[in-house]
């Protein structure tokens, strides 16, 4: 083995699933900034309604990844914070 322990490894796998739940939401804003609350459009301007379309296609895709990585990454947080406590209970109550 490499000598790393486990807690680190889990400290690495959710420092990267953390990095791309972040570059998911900062591309999840920069595409919501192109979407607008209300449209008043005359049969001339469809096209501005087939962009707002288009946005709310890439707003529905994103929304399962952003979900799944959130909560991918609060949950590890979780068990790597159990495991930290675990770890340092053992510690303590190791015998001399």
């Not at 699933?17 to 998911?24: D, G, H, K, R, W």
């Amino acid at each position: 083995m490499s000598g790393v322990s486990p807690l680190t490894w889990m400290l690495l796998i959710w420092g990267t699933i953390t990095a791309v739940f972040v570059v998911l939401m900062i591309y999840r804003s920069l595409v919501a900034m192109r979407e607008d609350d209300q449209l008043f459009l005359d049969p001339a301007e469809s096209k501005m309604q087939e962009e707002q379309n288009e946005v709310q296609r890439k707003m529905n895709r994103l929304t399962p990844y952003t979900k799944g990585f959130g909560f991918a990454s609060a949950g590890l947080l979780v068990v790597i914070a159990g495991l930290w406590v675990y770890q340092a209970l053992t510690r303590f109550n190791a015998p001399p």
